[in-house]
């Protein structure tokens, strides 16, 4: 990934950028990055605090052969592919479920993919992620300040973001090429090795509902299962996870 790279001072959201570019017929790995987005975007129409030249943030174009229904996977496999990243620079980084980056419990990464598809076909999937290398506390707004860190944060040293980067790109190419040859299960396991979220008590909420229980696994497919009180298994394909104290 990366190998063909658009960079730019300042955009509103490197997802709308790296959008637009596919659209004009960008290739498969192409990367958009910026120093500073004025509307960056997060899950469930949130924002991304994206305060300039202090983080990472970027696009990347995928155009995979995969039926629509399996693109959520490939969020998984950007998961993977930047908690080990975070580990190789000294974070002690897990992912909860399904792709928030934290460490000793705050986020400091997510991702949002976002989709163009026909009901059979994928057209191109953009793969937006936002690391906090090196902000500092004051760069988070208030109601942030207690569950967000960053790199730099938590092992007390600046993180070279080139660097990061570089290495970040090479691992999710491999981690992709992987998954597409091989299909999801090397990464599921990966994923389920550096989750937090498994064999917890969790509170999640999706767009309709709350449903608390223990989380059980992650199904082939990346959905995951959550044993009610009741006892039932019950199957959440996208929400917010609170993972409560036991
Ligand atoms: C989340 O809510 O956890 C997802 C955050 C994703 C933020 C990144 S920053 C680069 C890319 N461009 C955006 O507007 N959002 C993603």
Not at 18 to 44: I, M, N, P, W, Y
Request: proline share 4%.
């Amino acid at each position: 990934l990366g190998r063909t790279l658009h960079h730019h001072a300042v955009v509103g959201s490197t997802n709308e950028v790296a959008f637009r570019l596919a659209q004009d017929g960008a290739e498969h790995g192409e990367v958009v990055v910026a120093e500073q987005q004025t509307s960056g975007k997060g899950r469930r129409g949130r924002a991304w605090v994206s305060p300039p030249g202090l983080n990472l943030y970027f696009s990347a174009i995928l155009r995979p052969e995969l039926p629509p229904q399996r693109a959520p996977e490939l969020t998984l496999v950007a998961a993977v592919a930047l908690a080990e990243n975070l580990r190789e620079f000294g974070a002690d980084a897990a992912i909860k479920w399904p792709n928030d980056v934290q460490i000793s419990g705050r986020k400091v990464a997510g991702i949002l993919t976002e989709l163009s598809a026909e009901p059979e076909r994928v057209h191109f999937v953009i793969v937006g992620v936002g690391v906090n290398l090196n902000c500092q506390v004051e760069h988070f707004p208030e109601e942030l300040r207690e569950t967000a860190t960053s790199v730099s944060l938590a092992r007390g040293e600046k993180v070279h973001r080139a660097q990061f980067a570089a290495g970040l790109w090479t691992r999710m190419e491999e981690w992709l090429d992987l998954y597409l040859e091989t299909g999801f299960d090397a990464v599921r396991a990966r994923w389920k090795e550096l989750s937090s979220t498994l064999g917890q008590d969790v509170l999640v909420r999706t767009d309709r509902s709350e449903l608390r229980g223990y989380a059980v696994d992650i199904d082939p497919s990346g959905a995951l299962l959550v044993r009610t009180e009741a006892g039932q298994v019950e199957r959440v394909l996208a929400g917010d996870v609170e993972q409560l104290r036991p």
